[in-house]
């Protein structure tokens, strides 16, 4: 099946053997509390089942899946309130922006550059964003998602986390998934062995989440495929309360990125029917490399 792009002032969508695979919102009317950026809600499954959760009440900044930063320099691109050393989450002058500024799109491939600009209206990054549909199979396909964050200012950018600023276990920062209200309690796994929320804060090649869905007698698994060339990858995953994974790339140390420059990272998204056991997943792993 070939995947089928197309796209207006707006959205770009992804279809496949006849069904609309995700929606990517490339100029979203966001409030401006929630870090305005592009986002992909509905995510869908060949079998049609949404796989994504959009402005949940306890996070309405979470939005399907989203490439965003919680602490830059002291600046929020992930939206919301941000957590501050021995006070908290605090709300704060200081949540940015990141705004598409050109497409280009090849067949089943799609370039995009974005600019991201603190809440004071400074442009401190230019991202450069590669994503495409692949390997699809019958049960399956792929997001294939790749991002170049170079630094604009004449200071260096230190990206951190919660965790980086003394919050235990929270270090999200970076590719994040949410998951639908259905899939709270789903099934959480990883390469080599580790099984659930125990998975927070540890490194491997993958990790999967497998959930049920509400109203059809169906279950999705989505697994989340590190780069090994990415830089410190680290998972923050839940299952309860809410269902999240990120391959956060500033969990435990914080990133620091030098007048000039750039920082790659690169994830795969794999989007299957079923509950997919380990076997399957390894499997999948073993016969789609990098």
């Known amino acids: 099946m070939e995947p089928v792009i197309e796209y207006d002032d707006e959205v770009l969508t992804a279809r496949a053997g006849g069904v609309e695979l995700f929606r990517y919102v490339h100029r979203p009317s966001t409030p401006a509390f929630e870090g305005p950026k592009p986002y992909l809600h509905p995510v869908r499954t ?13 996070h309405r900044w979470h939005k399907g899946v989203q490439m965003t930063a919680t602490d830059v320099s002291g600046e929020n691109f992930w939206g919301g309130v941000t957590y501050v050393r021995d006070q908290g989450y605090v709300a ?7 705004r598409h500024e050109e497409f280009a799109v090849d067949g089943a491939r799609v370039g995009e550059v974005l600019s991201w600009f603190t809440e004071a209206g400074e442009h401190w990054i230019t991202e450069r964003r590669a994503f495409a549909v692949r390997d699809v199979l019958e049960g399956s396909w792929t997001l294939e998602f790749a991002t170049s ?3 604009l200012r004449a200071q260096p950018l230190v990206f951190g986390s919660p965790t980086t600023n003394g919050r235990e276990l929270a270090g999200y920062t970076g590719f994040f998934w949410r998951g639908p209200r259905s899939f709270t309690g789903g099934e959480v796994l990883a390469a080599g062995g580790g099984a659930g929320q125990e998975l927070m804060g540890s490194a491997a090649a993958w990790l999967a989440f497998v959930g049920q869905h509400d109203e059809v007698d169906r279950a999705s698994t989505l697994v989340f495929i590190d780069h090994p060339e990415n830089p410190g990858t680290h998972w923050f995953v ?31 998204l794999v989007v299957g029917d079923g509950a997919w056991t380990r076997e399957q997943i390894e499997s999948y792993v073993e016969e789609h490399p990098w």
């Open 149 to 151: 964050l170079t630094n």
């Open 92 to 98: 704060l002058p200081n949540v940015g922006t990141m």
């Open 238 to 268: 839940r299952s309860t309360p809410f269902a999240a994974v990120n391959p956060s790339f500033a969990f435990h140390d914080t990133v620091e990125l030098g007048p000039g420059e750039t920082m790659n990272l690169r994830y795969r």
């Open 46 to 58: 060949l079998a049609g089942d949404v796989v994504t959760a959009f402005r949940p009440h306890d």
